[in-house]
């Protein structure tokens, strides 16, 4: 999301980044944008200040995280703690152990 000064307000899809410029096709827009970050601060290609959310800064109030969003099975939790005490070797059978989306054993499954 991209704010100018003027207080508008536009989507953006994020094209290519550095750690100074960035490159945006904007929504509604024929040509990609450009911005440079100068002294911390985001500018478009006129030198106008803009502030630039990325997506992953957005704080998601509009969805609320359940007790079920963050419980798995018995049965991968059991293995994912026992992980937790060998040594990588066996990550790899693991790894193959086929769990459902969530997080239960996989019907037929004989691990």
């Known amino acids: 999301m991209i704010t100018y000064l003027n207080g508008k307000t536009v989507q953006a899809l994020?094209?290519?980044?550095?750690?100074?410029s960035l490159t945006a096709?904007?929504?509604g827009?024929?040509?990609?944008?450009a911005f440079s970050r100068?002294?911390?601060?985001?500018?478009?290609?006129?030198c106008e200040p803009v502030h630039i959310e990325f997506a992953w800064q957005r704080r998601a109030e509009d969805q609320p995280v359940s007790e079920e969003d963050c419980?798995?099975?018995?049965?991968?939790?059991?293995?994912?703690?026992h992980l937790l005490y060998t040594d990588g070797a066996e990550a790899k059978q693991v790894a193959?152990?086929?769990?459902?989306?969530?997080?239960?054993?996989?019907?037929?499954?004989?691990?």
Not at 14 to 20: M, P
Not at 29 to 33: C, L, T
Not at 97 to 111: C, I, K, S, T, Y
């Open 71 to 81: 419980c798995c099975s018995h049965e991968l939790a059991a293995r994912l703690i």
């Open 38 to 46: 100068i002294n911390g601060a985001w500018v478009s290609e006129d």
């Open 25 to 27: 096709a904007i929504d």
């Open 96 to 111: 193959a152990v086929p769990f459902d989306a969530a997080g239960r054993l996989a019907a037929g499954a004989n691990h």
């Open 14 to 20: 994020l094209l290519a980044r550095d750690e100074d």
């Open 29 to 33: 827009a024929d040509d990609a944008v």
